[in-house]
């Protein structure tokens, strides 16, 4: 059977569901020009855990849950569930722990870039820039033989392990289960991390988002990096429909604001927004894929792309400890220092992990 979703039309129909949800998700309770955010969730996941105590961003999110289930389920149904793995899985998990970084010096992923855009927050220009940056760095590395290597097949059931821990952070949820006097779990009682939407209307997005998400193959990342490597409009079409429909979607339901001052989750510190983002750009791409698709990978059993996807839940957690994440009144006393380590470890993989050395 065709798989509808891997076509120009299908790719635009999930863009449209990603726009619309997050919008929705933002009606529903979720935080203003956040409805959905794979690092600031995560970083709200690390900090219900206790891998940081900044508390106002704690919460165990369902939509992080509901992409990797909905892209297992889906991964399962199309006979596209392959463990596999072994491919730099340290370099990997650093990756992330950088890509975090990077995400939380600007506060949000590709998606919630797009989404502070299409919301009116115009310091998301600077971050769309810095994103495109970071990925055309990483697309020079790659036409210079960088390469981490090839994956292996793995056991079924290895697979298995990033989809029953999601299955158990949203049980820890449900039950709101405490380990001990004030927690672990940790749930925030004010700021960003109170602000969430219904857990079933949540769950559902989710899974419904990694289903289809997983057939098409989305990727913010990789439609960038498809038309600058390759001049490949396929999966950029899918993102530009995320934009418009959230953006459409914002102004029905009055959540458009327009303005660089006052926004929500957000700092106006420009150079460090550019900056952040091109570091996660660039962690991205040396990664093989944004946020989200990391999380629809590890569905559908790519081990590596778990990994990747818990340093970036490690990676929220040093970023909160050590003062490098940012905050609507600016950037942390250490973010800067952190980029530009981000940049100098990326830069050097980048340059040493490759098949030929040019000429």
């Known amino acids: 059977m065709k798989n509808i979703f891997s076509t120009r039309a299908g790719i635009i129909a999930v863009g449209a569901v990603i726009g619309v949800g997050a919008a929705l998700l933002q009606y529903f309770g979720n935080p203003p020009n956040m409805g959905i955010c794979v690092a600031c969730f995560e970083r709200d996941i690390a900090g219900a855990l206790g891998l940081h105590r900044a508390d106002v961003v704690q919460y165990l999110r369902p939509e992080i849950m509901g992409f990797v289930l909905g892209a297992f389920v889906a991964a399962l149904i199309a006979g596209e569930y392959k463990p596999r793995g072994g491919s730099s899985p340290l370099i990997r998990f650093f990756l992330g722990i950088f890509a975090m970084i990077g995400a939380l010096v600007f506060l949000g992923c590709p998606w919630r870039t797009l989404l502070r855009l299409a919301g009116g927050d115009g310091n998301a220009i600077l ?10 760095i990483g697309v020079l590395l790659l036409k210079n033989g960088y390469n981490l290597g090839r994956s292996h097949a793995q056991r079924k059931a290895g697979g298995w392990i990033f989809p029953v821990l999601m299955i158990g952070l949203f049980l820890l949820l449900v039950f709101q289960v405490s380990f001990a006097p004030g927690g672990p779990i940790f749930f925030s009682a004010k700021g960003p991390g109170s602000q969430h939407a219904p857990i079933l209307i949540s769950l559902i997005a989710g899974l419904i988002i990694g289903g289809i998400a997983q057939r098409s193959r989305f990727c913010t990342m990789g439609a960038f990096r498809d038309v600058i490597l390759i001049k490949d409009f396929h999966l950029i079409s899918g993102v530009a ?22 926004q929500p989750v957000a700092h106006t510190q420009h150079i460090w927004n550019f900056l952040g983002m091109a570091l996660s750009g660039l962690a991205f791409v040396l990664a093989g894929g944004c946020p989200g698709r990391q999380l ?33 009144k600016g950037i942390g006393a250490f973010g800067p220092a952190a980029v530009i380590v981000g940049f100098l470890f990326c830069l050097v993989i980048g340059l040493t992990q490759r098949d030929k050395i040019s000429a």
């Open 296 to 328: 629809f990978l590890s569905g559908e059993g790519d081990m590596d792309a778990a990994i990747f996807a818990t340093g970036m839940i490690v990676g929220a957690g040093i970023a909160h400890n050590f003062a490098m994440a940012s905050s609507p």
């Open 127 to 136: 971050g769309i820039a810095g994103l495109i940056v970071g990925i055309f």
């Open 241 to 262: 429909m995320l934009l418009v429909t959230a953006f459409v979607t914002n102004m029905i339901l009055g959540q458009f604001k327009p303005g660089f001052e006052g």
